[in-house]
């Protein structure tokens, strides 16, 4: 049965490979020799483009492919007051690769503020397509997480229960300002939870002096705290994820270890789980989620490479996760966006295209 809500049948993370127009001038405007206002020329432009190709493959959705963004989180995190964006020591370290060295820290009482950037670019979005306008934040767990107790300041947080109390209040701020501007779909990316199922992230952050049995209940309190903001006729989701950076990962493991909270008691409408590898272990933590109205996106198109899945795979791959969620409360999507940072995975954008075409006709395929 096709969807009138999202998260719809065929659906996708959000980010999409940068086009070559937008690279250059992104370059040239790190260079000087473009203004902020040629660049958001050509970034208009190209959002555009890639509104009117999800429109026309038949996707019901559309972002802009996260195309004003350099990552899918430090941009966001880092225009809430009290949060500052600066160069770190090392970047993010995946398999095999590094990212740029830039990371967030609190510095200051958070709030979210009225002229956040990212409440306009939701607007052009919406006044420039015809299905339902997706937009895609971090979730708030996402500011904790790697930084832990050393990222906030001592000096305006010195209990990090008010740290706690005060990023779930910023998030109710940003709900109500995203559903002010128009906004019924939003998503928040969420790492974490993907990190408190892998045994070597949770041996990081021991290291970095966190209590890793207590941050699964921290970060659903804090998580259901934001969403008591949401009005009845907005969606909000959440995409889970292992890490995705030039078609690399960062952590491997099943969802089982923190399926019963994530699913049963965080208040979400629906998951985007990803499951293209191994990495992400079973359907058996699916049994944990509720009958009813939550939905689960299967990420069962990978997004870190070009090569075409065969329907007949993913349609095999859908059943098998029937056994524990009902088909009516199944979608499909790739397993992360296609581009999680500026630099994109490696795959070419007609490559993207061919599988994002693909899901939308596996979906009318299996849900008519």
């Known amino acids: 049965m096709r969807r009138q809500k999202p998260p719809f049948r065929a659906d996708h993370v959000g980010s999409m490979l940068r086009s070559a127009s937008l690279k250059e001038a992104r370059q040239k405007r790190e260079k000087g020799e473009i203004t902020p206002e040629q660049l958001k020329a050509v970034e208009d432009r190209e959002i555009e483009k890639i509104i009117k190709k999800q429109e026309d493959i038949g996707l019901q959705l559309a972002t802009d492919g ?216 079973g359907f058996e933590p699916l049994r944990f989620v509720p009958k009813g109205n939550k939905l689960v996106v299967l990420g069962l198109v990978t997004s870190k490479s070009g090569t075409l899945e065969k329907p007949d795979h993913i349609m095999k791959r859908i059943q098998e996760a029937e056994k524990f969620v009902a088909l009516d409360q199944l979608c499909l999507s790739p397993q992360c966006g296609f581009a999680s940072t500026e630099e994109g995975n490696v795959l070419a954008e007609d490559e993207q295209w061919a599988k994002l075409s693909m899901i939308v006709k596996i979906a009318k395929e299996v849900w008519g």
């Open 66 to 281: 996260e195309y004003r963004r350099a990552w899918w989180h430090f941009d966001f995190l880092g225009l809430l007051t009290g949060v500052e964006l600066y160069e770190a020591a090392e970047g993010i370290q995946f398999q095999g690769v590094q990212t740029k060295s830039q990371s967030v820290r609190v510095t200051g009482k958070l709030d979210f503020p009225n002229a956040h950037p990212m409440l306009e670019h939701f607007r052009f979005l919406k006044a420039h397509t015809k299905v339902t306008p997706k937009m895609t934040i971090p979730s708030p767990s996402v500011l904790h997480f790697r930084g832990g107790r050393k990222g906030v300041s001592k000096d305006v947080y010195p209990d990090l229960d008010i740290f706690f109390d005060d990023l779930g209040r910023t998030y109710q701020k940003a709900i109500r300002a995203f559903y002010g501007a128009g906004c019924r779909y939003l998503q928040l990316d969420d790492t974490v939870w993907a990190y408190l199922c892998s045994q070597e992230q949770l041996k990081q952050a021991k290291a970095r002096g966190e209590d890793v049995e207590k941050l699964p209940e921290i970060y659903a309190k804090v998580i259901n705290a934001a969403l008591e903001a949401k009005p009845s006729d907005m969606t909000i989701t959440t995409h889970v994820c292992r890490g995705n950076f030039r078609s690399t990962w960062i952590s491997e493991g099943g969802y089982e270890p923190v399926a019963e909270l994530l699913f049963g008691k965080v208040n979400y409408d629906g998951y985007f789980l990803e499951y293209d590898s191994d990495r992400a272990g």
